[in-house]
């Protein structure tokens, strides 16, 4: 019987624990998709407990304390850290078979160094001994980011956003590349045109553009779009419930627009048309500055309508989507490829059910140029756990080219959560392990190892081209 996550956690065969230890551990991360604060790294952020780096924003956490019975106050309200971190402490328990249970110890052995399992009666020992840790300038935002070894970080902002930090950051003596990707979503919220027409005047502003009409808008997108790319951004992202590629005419979708301007509620038919015209303008821009494009399709947000009036958006009341994809993904790729406006792109689906159409539908629109232009992105969301990263892994390799993988992000709101890439990275190494000893794959360890290093950080690195 193996101990619990000893040295070998996740690796079963001794080719598996040969290709992680001596060719995947030890590779730097390219955390190409994160949500985490350029403001905090910018100010080097020390934290003054465990509860402030590992709680605050955790919405995976939130979700496993409440299903536990834990009323809301210690997630989201106003109960003190410690409560607060003695509460997941109780629950962590609760969280066997959960990727929690072996995230939450994972981020506990790095970079705290510690290995007792966290529960109530370990809780205050865990408590204090990481709050020390916290206190040294080696656990500041910095020095945590250095510890993990990670090379580059792409921030996720939206493009009213000043970028004041990241040119903070640029021009300070941190070593580690810090980028930001436009995410655009808001634009394309038009339910609410009271909402939307305040978040268009904010783009009026900062683009200094007038905007009557909707050329007027995408210039003024478009502008911004530049400032990002002149700030180094050469990558941008959306959350879609599904792909929007609903045929229209330029005329309906100045109509459309300016109905939305005169505060008007627009008809589900014209609101997928402008969302179907905003997502192609948002690609063309995107080609014609060479940048790289990533979809994050299927999530159903916000679904308890009454915690969301109370506490707002991202707090763990969202679930898995399962609108269809595969017809309007196929039509929107194709007409930007059919238009050569077809940059490289990332899919990423919440639905696993969808896992063939994507693997499949990638191999539709390769370039010959660029290796493994149009990727299909990591296990996400719901899927990033082990039974998730496998079936992806293994979907891929079925159906397209598993070596040309560009690998784990972290898509995470903490600064502790790099410990993903680890996860990942035995995973990984653990089903070719698997494949050797199985007889299926050559027992190569050279070539199989620098496969494992190219998808753990090489093929990233050259994906999407960034100057490092």
Not at 236 to 243: A, F, K, N, Q, R
Not at 314 to 329: H, M, N, Q, R, Y
Not at 446 to 468: H, P, R, T
């Amino acid at each position: 019987m193996k101990s619990f996550m000893d040295e070998d956690f996740l690796l079963q065969t001794e080719t598996a624990r040969q290709l992680y230890h001596e060719y995947a551990k030890s590779m730097p991360i390219f955390d190409y998709h994160c949500h985490i604060s350029p403001q905090e790294i910018a100010e080097n952020r020390r934290f003054n407990n465990l509860t402030e780096i590992w709680l605050h924003g955790d919405h995976y956490k939130w979700r496993a304390m409440r299903t536990n019975g834990i009323d809301e106050k210690f997630c989201t309200g106003d109960a003190s850290d410690w409560e607060k971190f003695l509460k997941w402490a109780e629950t962590t328990p609760y969280t066997m078979r959960n990727p929690l249970y072996h995230w939450t110890h994972l981020e506990l052995r790095n970079p705290f160094g510690i290995t007792t399992l966290l529960n109530a009666d370990s809780a205050g020992q865990i408590w204090d001994k990481c709050n020390e840790l916290l206190a040294r300038e080696d656990f500041s935002c910095l020095g945590i980011i250095k510890k993990a070894n990670v090379k580059l970080i792409c921030t996720t902002d939206d493009p009213i956003d000043s970028l004041d930090y990241h040119s903070i950051i640029k021009s300070s003596e941190f070593d580690v590349k810090v980028i930001p990707a436009w995410r655009p979503d808001k634009t394309m919220s038009i339910e609410d045109p009271v909402l939307f027409n305040s978040y268009v005047n904010q783009i009026e502003s900062v683009s200094g553009i007038s905007i009557t009409s909707f050329d007027n808008f995408i210039e003024a997108l478009d502008k911004r779009h530049k400032n990002f790319h002149d700030n180094s951004c050469r990558l941008s992202d959306h959350g879609l419930e599904t792909i929007f590629a609903t045929e229209y005419k330029q005329t309906e979708i100045n109509t459309i627009f300016n109905s939305l301007r005169n505060g008007k509620i627009v008809s589900p038919e014209d609101s997928l048309k402008y969302k179907s015209a905003m997502l192609y303008e948002f690609a063309v821009m995107d080609h014609s500055r060479n940048w790289t494009q990533q979809f994050h399709i299927g999530a159903l947000r916000n679904n308890n309508s009454r915690m969301f009036s109370s506490i707002g958006a991202d707090k763990g009341f969202d679930s898995i989507g399962d609108l269809p994809v595969a017809t309007s993904l196929s039509k929107f790729l194709n007409r930007l490829d059919c238009d050569k406006k077809l940059t490289r792109t990332v899919l990423y689906n919440l639905n696993p059910s969808d896992n063939e159409v994507m693997a499949t539908m990638i191999g539709n629109f390769q370039g010959g140029i660029t290796p493994g232009k149009i990727q299909w992105g990591s296990g996400w969301w719901f899927l990033d756990q082990k039974d998730g990263m496998t079936n992806q892994i293994n979907t891929l390799s079925n159906l397209g080219l598993l070596s040309r993988f560009i690998g784990m992000l972290t898509d995470s709101r903490s600064f502790l959560s790099y410990s993903r890439h680890e996860y990942f990275r035995r995973i990984l190494c653990n089903l070719i392990g698997n494949d050797v000893q199985n007889g299926e794959v050559p027992n190569d360890i050279e070539f199989l190892g620098n496969m494992v290093q190219d998808i753990s950080y090489n093929n990233a690195k050259n994906y999407f081209q960034f100057d490092l």
